[in-house]
C-alpha cells in the first residue's frame, strides 16, 4: 500500500493541484506543502520499514513478447533511500520555491508532483518496462519546469536535456525490447536468464545500449552535454531535485539493472571505472573554472557522482554501502548548495560569481548556512560526505592503489573549487550594488540546516544508513524467491530442460549464490522431486569445473 | 419486391464517391466536413445493408457497429465544428487552403 | 571516575553554544555582551581542562580505554568511536586543553570589540573539540576526524577577518595544502587496511601487529608495504605540521589573529604530525627508509626555515618561520627514533611559542595593528612586562642554560648523534674508492648550526622590538600602552611555563619524569633501534656545544643589529630580491609542480575537450535538423490535395495487396 501511495498519490497529488487557486499561491502553497510533508513522512517509513513489495499486477501485453508487463513495485535499500531523497528534496523544493515563482506556483507545484510521482516509480519499479515508463517519464514535468520557470536561456536548456536524454535511453528501449521477446517475462531474474542465451556479440552490444542510457542521465563522461545548463537555467529548486534525486537514477540503474543482468567482462568493469574516475577529475576541472555559481554546483555534481561510478563498478565488498552513504550524502549536500545557490541569486540577482561576495556581512544567516553547506560537500570528517568518499576510496584501493589515488586528487581538486566558491560568494566585499531581493526566510533556513544537520548525524553515525543494508540482506531470500516463483509460474509446467538448469545455475552463480542455495532455488524452479538430484549434481560439476 | 442488397451496397458506393470529391474538391471547408459526414454515412448504409444479406447471428454486427459509428461521427463533427469556428476566427476565412500552418 | 568522552565534549557545547549566540545575535545591532560571552568560552575548555588533570593524576599505567559506539560499519570495514588515554595523549593532552585555556583567557581581551567575537569563541572551541579528538582517539581514523577538523577550524580562523580576500586566500591555501597532506593519510589508512584489515586502525592492534610480525619474524614481507604506508602517513605530517614541501601555507596562515596564530599554528595544532608519528613509533621503528626520510627531511626544514626567519620584517612571520624550524627540530628527533624527546620538544617548545606569539601579540596590540619590525624599537620600557615575557620565551627557544629549550633542544641533538645509523654507501668516485660515511656528526652540525641561526634570527627580532628607539610615527608613540590583565595573566603564566617547563625531562641533573611516562607508550619502539646505539659520549659535551650555540648566536645578533642602522620601511614588510626567492622558493616549487599544470588541464578541459565535445553535439544536432527539414519538403501546402494523395496512396496500397494476392 505504501509503495502504491508513493507512486500514485503524487500524480493525484498533481491533480489536486490543478484544482486549487491560480491567483493565490499562499493557500496553493500551503496545500502542496502539507502534502510534501505528507509524502516525507511516508519515505521516512518505506526507509525504516523494511523491504517491500506489492502485488503484481498484469498492466498490458506487448504485442510480440510472452510474458505480460505487470505493474510491480519493490523496494530494497537502495530504492527507499532514493525514494527518500526524492521527496525530501521535492519538500524543500516546495518550501523554498514560493520566494521565486510568485504567481504560478501552482504549475510549478503540478509540475513538481509529477516529477516526485515519476522518480518514485523509477526507484521502485521491479519490472523492467515499468521501470523504463519511468525513467522516460522523468524527463517531461522535468524539461516542463525547465521551460516554465528557467533563466534566460530556459527553452534551449529544456530542449538539450530532453532531446539529450530521451535519445540517450532510445537505444535501451529498443535493447529492452529485443530482450523481452527472448525472455518469459520482463522480470530482472528472466531477463538475466535470456542474456545468457544470447551470443556474447549481442550480449556487449545489449549492454551498451543500456550502458548508454545510464551514462547520459548520470552524466558521465562525455555524455555530461546537457548537464550544465541545464542545471543553471532550470530554478534552483529544480536544479536540487535533478542532481540530488534524478541524476542517482543513473547510477541507481547501473546498480539494479546493468549489474544484475550483465555479466561483465573485467575489461568492461575497468573501463566503466576509470570512465567513473575521469569524469570525477574532469568535473572537478571543470567546476575549477566556472564563472556562474550553479554551472560550478553542477560540475561538482559531475564529479561526485563520477566518483559514485567509481565506486559502483569497482564491484568490491564494500562497495553497496560506500556508494549508498555517498549517493545519499551528495543528495542531500548538493542539494543543499542549490537551494543556498537560488537564495543568493534572488537577493542579488545574478548567479556570476564575479558580481557576488561580501554577503557574509550583509547576510549573516545565510552565510552561516552556506559556507557549512559547503564544508559539508568537502567531505571533511564527521560529515557523512566523508563516509561515503572514504568507503568508497576503500572500495576503489581494492582495485588497486592507482584508482585510490586518483579519486584522493579529485577530492584536492574539490577543496580548491568549492574554497574558491565560498570564497566568492560569501566573503570579500560586494561586488556591486543592487536592489536585494527576499532574503532567507525562516521556513527556508530550517530546511536547509535540517539538512546539514542530518548530513552530520549521518556523518557521526552512518548505521542509521548502513543498517538498512544489512536489513535488507536477510529479506533478500525471499524476494529472490520470489522472483523466481514469478518465473516458475511462467514457466508452465513444462520441465524445465538441463540446458536451462545449468544456464539458470551460472547465473545464479554469477549472482554470488553458494552451491546449496543454488541447488535449493533449482529444485524450486524445477519443482520434480527426481530434479533435485539432478540440480546437485549440475552444481557439483559446475563447482568442479571452476 | 424485395430490396435487392447489391443496390444499398451501389447506393453506398455511390454517396461515398460524391462525399469524397466533395472533400476534395470544394474550397470551403464546411463543404469539406460535409463531404466527409456524407462518406461517412455511406460507410453506415454499406453496413446496415451487408447485414441485411449475411447470416443472422452475424447481422447484428452490422446492425450495431454503424449506431457507434454514428454517435462517433456525431462527437467529431462537433469537435471539428469547433475546430473550423476557432480556426475561421483567427484567419476570418473559410478556404481550406489558406490552413497551412501546420506545415513544418 | 571521569569519563573520557566528557573531554571533547565540552568545548563541542561550548562551540554549538556561542554558535548559536553567533547566529542569534548576528541581526542585532550591538552584538552580544562580551562578558557573558568570554565566559562562556573560557569556561568550556577549562571545565575539559579540569577533567584531564582529574583524569591525568591517577592514571593507571596501561592507561585508559573506552569505546562508545559504532562509527563506520560495513562489509571489509569496521571502526569504532574509542578513547585512549595513555602517557601520550596525557601529555599531549594537558598542555593542549592547558595552553587552550589560557589563550582563550588572552583572546577575550584581543579580541575585544571585534564584531565576530561570539563567532570567534565558536571557532576555537571547535578547535579545541577537534584536537582533542585527535589525540585522545584510539584509532587512525577518529584521529582523522581530529586531524581535518583541526585543519578546518584553521582554515575558519585564517580567513576570519574575511572582508580582506587577502586572508580568504591565506585560509584557501592552507586547506587545501592540508588537503595534500591528508589525501596522504587517508592513502596511508588504506594501505594499512589492505595489510591487515579494518581492525589494525587501533593503535593497541596495530601495535600487537607490529610485536606479532616482528616476533614471527616476517619482517620481510611486510616492510616494503609498511614503508609505503609509513611515507604516507608521513606526508600526512608534512602537510599539517608544515615541513618540506608542504609548508608554505603556514607563513600565511599569520593573516588570522594573533591568538589563533598561538594556539593553532605554534602550540598545538601544528604538532599533531610530531603526535602522530610518535603514536605510530612502533611502526616506524620497524621502517628505516622512511626514518632517514623523516630525519633528512627535518634536517632540510629546520635549516631552510631558520635562514628564512633572518630575512623577515613582520614580527609574526618570523615566529612562523621559526615554528617551522622548530618543528623540523621535532621531525629530526623522531628520524631517529627519539620519540619521546620529539614530544618532549613539543611540550617545551608549545609554552614558550606561545608565549612569544602572545607577546607579538600584545606588541601589535599596543602598536594598533602594527606588524613589521622595522617600525618598533625601544618598547622594553613602554610595555615591560610584555618585553620580560618575550626575553624569557627567547632565552628559551635559543637554548639558553636552564630554560625550557635548552633541555628538549639538546636532547634533540644528543639523541641525533648517538642514534643516528644513517650512512653514505661506499662508492667509486672518478676511480677512487670513498669507504661509507657515517652521516650521524654531519646532521648533528647541521642542528648546531641551525640553532645558532635561530639564536641570531630570534636575538634580531628581540632587539628590532624592544631595544633601541622607537621608529615609528610620533602620534602613534603616545598611544602605545600595556595589554590588559585578561592577556597578561595568560602570557606570564606561559612565560613560567617558558623558564620551568624543562624540568620534566632535566637528564643532567637527574630527572626522567618525562621519559618514564612516555616510556609505555614508545618505549618498546625506541628500545627495538636502540640496539644499534654503539656511540657514547659523555652528554655534558652536547650541553657545552649547545650552550655555546646559543651564546655565539645571541653574540652575533648583538654585533650585528644592536647599532645598526635599521633601514626605513617601505610598503610592504615581505623580503625582496634574494631573501624572497628563499623564502618563497616552495611557494613557486608549488606553483610550477602544482597550481600551473592543474590549470593547464582544467583549461584544456574547458576550452579544447568541452569545446570538441560541444562541436559533436552540434554537427549531430545539425545533420537531424537538415534532414527533418528535407523530409518536411514532401509536405504539401493545400489540405485538399493532402488528402486526395492519401487516398490516391489507400488505392494504391489496396490494389498492391489485391494484385499480389496478399502474399508479397
Known amino acids: 500500500m505504501l509503495l502504491h501511495l508513493l507512486v500514485l498519490a503524487p500524480f493525484v497529488a498533481a491533480i489536486l493541484m490543478v484544482m486549487t487557486s491560480k491567483e493565490d499561491s499562499k493557500s496553493s502553497s500551503r496545500l502542496a506543502i502539507l502534502m510534501g510533508i505528507a509524502f516525507m513522512a511516508m519515505a521516512t517509513a518505506l526507509v525504516y520499514g523494511g523491504d517491500i513489495s506489492t502485488e503484481p499486477i498484469e498492466w498490458f501485453r506487448i504485442p510480440g513478447v510472452k510474458g505480460p508487463v505487470h505493474y510491480y513495485l519493490y523496494s530494497h535499500a537502495l530504492a527507499s533511500?532514493?525514494?527518500?531523497?526524492?521527496?525530501?528534496?521535492?519538500?524543500?523544493?516546495?518550501?523554498?520555491?514560493?520566494?521565486?515563482?510568485?504567481?504560478?506556483?501552482?504549475?510549478?507545484?503540478?509540475?513538481?508532483?509529477?516529477?516526485?510521482?515519476?522518480?518514485?516509480?523509477?526507484?521502485?519499479?521491479?519490472?523492467?518496462?515499468?521501470?523504463?515508463?519511468?525513467?522516460?517519464?522523468?524527463?517531461?514535468?522535468?524539461?516542463?519546469?525547465?521551460?516554465?520557470?528557467?533563466?534566460?536561456?530556459?527553452?534551449?536548456?529544456?530542449?538539450?536535456?530532453?532531446?539529450?536524454?530521451?535519445?540517450?535511453?532510445?537505444?535501451?528501449?529498443?535493447?529492452?525490447?529485443?530482450?523481452?521477446?527472448?525472455?518469459?517475462?520482463?522480470?530482472?531474474?528472466s531477463l538475466a536468464i535470456a542474456l545468457q542465451s544470447l551470443p556474447e556479440g549481442t550480449q556487449n552490444v545489449l549492454l551498451i545500449c543500456f550502458l548508454l542510457a545510464f551514462l547520459v542521465k548520470t552524466p558521465i563522461f562525455p555524455f555530461h552535454g546537457w548537464q550544465a545548463i541545464t542545471y543553471a537555467e532550470a530554478p534552483a529548486p529544480l536544479s536540487a531535485i535533478l542532481t540530488g534525486a534524478m541524476s542517482k537514477a543513473g547510477v541507481f540503474g547501473f546498480i539494479t539493472w546493468v549489474l544484475p543482468i550483465f555479466p561483465l567482462s573485467l575489461n568492461a568493469v575497468s573501463c566503466m571505472m576509470w570512465l567513473g574516475l575521469f569524469t570525477a577529475v574532469y568535473g572537478a576541472l571543470m567546476a575549477l573554472r566556472a564563472t556562474d555559481g550553479k554551472k560550478l554546483?553542477?560540475?561538482?555534481?559531475?564529479?561526485?557522482?563520477?566518483?559514485?561510478?567509481?565506486?559502483?563498478?569497482?564491484?568490491?565488498?564494500?562497495?553497496?554501502?560506500?556508494?549508498?552513504?555517498?549517493?545519499?550524502?551528495?543528495?542531500?549536500?548538493?542539494?543543499?548548495?542549490?537551494?543556498?545557490?537560488?537564495?543568493?541569486?534572488?537577493?542579488?540577482?545574478?548567479?556570476?560569481?564575479?558580481?557576488?561576495?561580501?554577503?557574509?556581512?550583509?547576510?549573516?544567516?545565510?552565510?552561516?548556512?552556506?559556507?557549512?553547506?559547503?564544508?559539508?560537500?568537502?567531505?571533511?570528517?564527521?560529515?557523512a560526505g566523508f563516509v561515503g568518499e572514504f568507503t568508497v576510496l576503500l572500495a576503489l584501493w581494492d582495485m588497486g592503489p592507482l584508482p585510490a589515488i586518483v579519486a584522493g586528487f579529485t577530492l584536492i581538486l574539490s577543496a580548491a573549487y568549492m574554497l574558491r566558491f565560498i570564497q566568492k560568494v560569501i566573503f570579500g566585499k560586494q561586488a556591486r550594488e543592487y536592489e536585494e531581493g527576499e532574503r532567507t526566510t525562516l521556513l527556508e533556513g530550517t530546511s536547509v540546516g535540517i539538512m546539514l544537520l542530518l548530513l552530520l548525524v549521518f556523518g557521526f553515525h552512518p548505521a542509521f544508513i548502513t543498517d538498512t543494508l544489512a536489513r535488507g540482506e536477510a529479506t533478500d531470500d525471499a524476494v529472490a524467491a520470489q522472483v523466481l516463483s514469478d518465473a516458475s509460474i511462467n514457466?508452465?509446467?513444462?520441465?524445465?530442460?538441463?540446458?536451462?538448469?545449468?544456464?539458470?545455475?551460472?547465473?545464479?552463480?554469477?549472482?554470488?549464490?553458494?552451491?546449496?542455495?543454488?541447488?535449493?532455488?533449482?529444485?524450486?524452479?524445477?519443482?520434480?522431486a527426481d530434479s533435485e538430484e539432478n540440480a546437485e549434481n549440475t552444481v557439483k560439476e559446475a563447482s568442479d569445473a571452476e | 419486391m424485395e430490396l435487392q442488397a447489391i443496390y444499398v451496397q451501389i447506393l453506398a458506393l455511390v454517396i461515398f464517391a460524391i462525399g469524397l470529391i466533395v472533400a476534395v474538391s470544394r474550397r470551403n471547408v464546411f463543404f469539406v466536413l460535409m463531404g466527409v459526414e456524407l462518406a461517412l454515412n455511406a460507410v453506415n448504409l454499406s453496413f446496415v445493408g451487408f447485414a441485411k444479406t449475411l447470416p443472422n447471428d452475424l447481422s447484428v454486427v452490422g446492425q450495431i457497429v454503424p449506431l457507434f459509428s454514428i454517435a462517433i461521427a456525431a462527437a467529431e463533427a462537433c469537435v471539428g465544428l469547433a475546430m473550423v469556428i476557432l480556426i475561421f476566427r483567427n484567419r476570418e476565412s473559410v478556404d481550406a487552403d489558406t490552413y497551412s500552418n501546420m506545415k513544418g | 571516575m571521569i569519563s573520557l568522552w566528557l573531554i571533547p565534549l565540552f568545548p563541542l557545547l561550548g562551540c554549538i553554544l556561542l554558535g548559536a549566540i553567533a547566529v542569534i545575535s548576528s541581526g542585532s545591532r550591538k552584538g552580544p555582551a562580551e562578558g557573558f560571552v568570554g565566559a562562556l568560552a573560557v569556561l568550556f575548555p577549562a571545565l575539559s581542562f579540569l577533567s584531564v588533570a582529574l583524569l591525568a593524576l591517577d592514571m593507571p599505567e596501561a592507561g585508559i580505554r573506552e569505546t562508545l559506539c559504532n562509527w563506520i560499519d560495513i562489509p571489509m570495514f569496521r571502526v569504532e568511536f574509542g578513547f585512549l588515554f595513555d602517557g601520550l595523549s596525557r601529555i599531549m593532552l594537558l598542555f593542549v586543553t592547558g595552553i587552550g585555556t589560557l589563550i582563550t583567557l588572552y583572546?577575550?581581551?584581543?579580541?575585544?570589540?571585534?564584531?565576530?567575537?561570539?563567532?570567534?569563541?565558536?571557532?576555537?572551541?571547535?578547535?579545541?573539540?577537534?584536537?582533542?579528538?585527535?589525540?585522545?582517539?584510539?584509532?587512525?581514523?577518529?584521529?582523522?576526524?581530529?586531524?581535518?577538523?583541526?585543519?578546518?577550524?584553521?582554515?575558519?580562523?585564517?580567513?576570519?577577518?574575511?572582508?580582506?580576500?587577502?586572508?580568504?586566500?591565506?585560509?584557501?591555501?592552507?586547506?587545501?595544502?592540508?588537503?595534500?597532506?591528508?589525501?596522504?593519510?587517508?592513502?596511508?589508512?588504506?594501505?594499512?587496511?589492505?595489510?591487515?584489515?579494518?581492525?589494525?586502525?587501533?593503535?593497541?592492534?596495530?601495535?600487537?601487529?607490529?610485536?606479532?610480525?616482528?616476533?614471527?619474524?616476517?619482517?620481510?614481507?611486510?616492510?616494503?608495504?609498511?614503508?609505503?604506508?609509513?611515507?604516507?602517513?608521513?606526508?600526512?605530517?608534512?602537510?599539517?605540521?608544515?615541513?618540506?614541501?608542504?609548508?608554505?601555507?603556514?607563513?600565511?596562515?599569520?593573516?588570522?589573529?594573533?591568538?589563533?596564530?598561538?594556539?593553532?599554528?605554534?602550540?598545538?595544532?601544528?604538532?599533531?604530525?610530531?603526535?602522530?608519528?610518535?603514536?605510530?613509533?612502533?611502526?616506524?621503528?620497524?621502517?628505516?627508509?622512511?626514518?632517514?626520510?623523516?630525519?633528512?627531511?627535518?634536517?632540510?626544514?629546520?635549516?631552510?626555515?631558520?635562514v628564512a626567519g633572518l630575512f623577515q620584517n613582520d614580527i609574526k612571520k618570523v615566529l612562523a618561520y621559526s615554528t617551522i624550524s622548530q618543528l623540523g627540530y621535532m621531525f629530526m628527533a623522531s628520524g631517529v627514533c627519539a620519540f619521546d624527546a620529539s614530544i618532549f620538544h613539543v611540550f617545551t617548545h608549545a609554552f614558550f611559542k606561545a608565549a612569544l606569539f602572545l607577546g607579538a601579540g600584545a606588541v601589535i596590540h599596543a602598536l594598533a595593528g602594527e606588524q613589521d619590525m622595522r617600525?618598533?624599537?625601544?618598547?622594553?620600557?613602554?610595555?615591560?612586562?610584555?618585553?620580560?615575557?618575550?626575553?624569557?620565551?627567547?632565552?628559551?627557544?635559543?637554548?639558553?642554560?636552564?630554560?625550557?629549550?635548552?633541555?628538549?633542544?639538546?636532547?634533540?641533538?644528543?639523541?641525533?648523534?648517538?642514534?643516528?645509523?644513517?650512512?653514505?654507501?661506499?662508492?667509486?668516485?672518478?676511480?677512487?674508492?670513498?669507504?661509507?660515511i657515517q652521516l650521524n656528526s654531519i646532521i648533528y652540525m647541521v642542528g648546531l648550526a641551525t640553532a645558532v641561526i635561530t639564536a641570531v634570527y630570534m636575538g634580531r627580532l628581540i632587539i628590532l622590538t624592544f631595544f633601541g628607539s622607537y621608529r615609528g610615527s610620533k602620534e602613534s608613540e603616545e598611544h602605545i600602552h600595556e595589554a590588559p590583565a585578561s592577556m597578561l595573566i595568560p602570557m606570564v603564566i606561559l612565560a613560567f611555563g617558558a623558564v620551568f617547563a624543562g624540568y620534566f625531562w632535566a637528564d643532567s641533573i637527574g630527572i626522567k619524569f618525562f621519559a618514564d611516562t612516555l616510556a609505555p607508550v614508545v618505549g618498546s619502539a625506541q628500545a627495538y633501534n636502540a640496539s644499534a646505539v654503539t656511540i657514547h659520549v659523555n652528554p655534558m659535551v652536547f650541553a657545552a656545544f649547545g650552550t655555546l650555540a646559543a651564546l655565539g648566536g645571541m653574540f652575533i645578533a648583538y654585533k650585528i643589529y644592536a647599532n645598526a642602522r635599521i633601514p626605513a620601511a617601505k610598503g610592504s614588510s615581505a623580503p625582496e630580491g634574494r631573501k624572497a626567492t628563499w623564502t618563497f622558493l616552495f611557494d613557486s616549487i608549488h606553483k610550477y609542480v602544482g597550481i600551473i599544470p592543474v590549470n593547464v588541464l582544467a583549461w584544456i578541459c574547458d576550452v579544447v575537450v568541452d569545446k570538441i565535445l560541444a562541436a559533436a553535439q552540434w554537427t549531430i544536432g545539425a545533420i537531424a535538423t537538415i534532414l527533418g527539414d528535407g523530409a518536411a519538403s514532401f509536405q504539401v501546402r493545400k489540405v485538399r490535395v493532402q488528402v486526395a494523395l492519401s487516398i490516391v496512396g489507400l488505392i494504391a496500397l489496396v490494389a498492391i495487396v489485391l494484385l499480389t494476392g496478399g502474399t508479397l
Open chain 1, 81 to 189: 533511500w532514493m525514494v527518500f531523497l526524492s521527496c525530501g528534496l521535492s519538500l524543500v523544493a516546495l518550501i523554498s520555491a514560493r520566494g521565486i515563482t510568485c504567481r504560478s506556483y501552482r504549475n510549478f507545484a503540478i509540475g513538481i508532483f509529477s516529477l516526485m510521482g515519476a522518480m518514485n516509480g523509477t526507484f521502485l519499479a521491479a519490472d523492467a518496462v515499468l521501470f523504463f515508463f519511468f525513467f522516460e517519464a522523468m524527463v517531461i514535468p522535468a524539461a516542463v519546469l525547465i521551460a516554465g520557470f528557467g533563466g534566460k536561456d530556459r527553452m534551449k536548456a529544456a530542449m538539450t536535456f530532453a532531446i539529450y536524454t530521451l535519445v540517450g535511453s532510445a537505444p535501451m528501449m529498443v535493447a529492452l525490447w529485443y530482450l523481452l521477446t527472448i525472455a518469459d517475462n520482463s522480470m530482472l531474474m
Open chain 1, 297 to 383: 554546483l553542477a560540475f561538482s555534481s559531475m564529479g561526485h557522482l563520477g566518483l559514485a561510478v567509481a565506486g559502483v563498478f569497482s564491484l568490491s565488498e564494500a562497495m553497496f554501502p560506500a556508494v549508498l552513504v555517498l549517493l545519499v550524502a551528495h543528495g542531500i549536500s548538493a542539494g543543499a548548495q542549490f537551494f543556498l545557490m537560488g537564495i543568493a541569486e534572488r537577493m542579488t540577482g545574478t548567479r556570476e560569481l564575479d558580481q557576488l561576495g561580501g554577503l557574509s556581512s550583509k547576510n549573516p544567516v545565510f552565510s552561516t548556512l552556506f559556507g557549512f553547506a559547503g564544508v559539508m560537500a568537502l567531505a571533511v570528517p564527521g560529515t
Open chain 1, 491 to 528: 514457466q508452465g509446467n513444462a520441465p524445465m530442460t538441463a540446458d536451462e538448469i545449468h544456464q539458470l545455475d551460472s547465473t545464479l552463480a554469477a549472482a554470488g549464490f553458494k552451491d546449496d542455495e543454488r541447488a535449493s532455488i533449482i529444485a524450486q524452479m524445477t519443482k520434480d
Open chain 3, 107 to 306: 583572546s577575550t581581551g584581543y579580541m575585544h570589540g571585534d564584531r565576530g567575537f561570539a563567532r570567534y569563541f565558536a571557532y576555537i572551541n571547535l578547535f579545541l573539540f577537534s584536537m582533542i579528538v585527535l589525540v585522545l582517539s584510539d584509532n587512525l581514523l577518529l584521529t582523522f576526524l581530529g586531524w581535518e577538523g583541526v585543519g578546518l577550524c584553521s582554515y575558519l580562523l585564517i580567513g576570519f577577518w574575511n572582508k580582506d580576500l587577502k586572508n580568504c586566500q591565506a585560509a584557501n591555501k592552507a586547506f587545501i595544502v592540508n588537503r595534500v597532506g591528508d589525501i596522504g593519510f587517508i592513502l596511508g589508512m588504506l594501505c594499512l587496511v589492505t595489510i591487515g584489515g579494518s581492525a589494525i586502525l587501533n593503535y593497541d592492534a596495530l601495535m600487537n601487529f607490529i610485536q606479532m610480525i616482528i616476533n614471527g619474524n616476517h619482517l620481510d614481507l611486510v616492510v616494503p608495504f609498511l614503508s609505503v604506508a609509513g611515507i604516507l602517513f608521513f606526508i600526512g605530517c608534512t602537510g599539517k605540521s608544515a615541513q618540506i614541501p608542504l609548508l608554505t601555507w603556514l607563513p600565511d596562515a599569520m593573516a588570522g589573529p594573533t591568538p589563533v596564530s598561538a594556539l593553532i599554528h605554534a602550540a598545538t595544532m601544528v604538532t599533531s604530525g610530531v603526535y602522530l608519528l610518535a603514536r605510530l613509533a612502533s611502526m616506524f621503528a620497524i621502517l628505516p627508509v622512511v626514518l632517514n626520510i623523516i630525519l633528512i627531511i627535518g634536517m632540510l626544514t629546520a635549516f631552510w626555515a631558520a
Open chain 3, 375 to 436: 617600525k618598533m624599537g625601544g618598547l622594553l620600557k613602554k610595555t615591560p612586562v610584555t618585553s620580560c615575557v618575550m626575553i624569557f620565551a627567547f632565552l628559551a627557544i635559543v637554548g639558553f642554560p636552564g630554560f625550557a629549550g635548552f633541555w628538549s633542544k639538546d636532547l634533540i641533538l644528543e639523541r641525533i648523534y648517538t642514534n643516528c645509523t644513517m650512512a653514505l654507501p661506499a662508492f667509486t668516485f672518478f676511480g677512487a674508492e670513498v669507504p661509507s
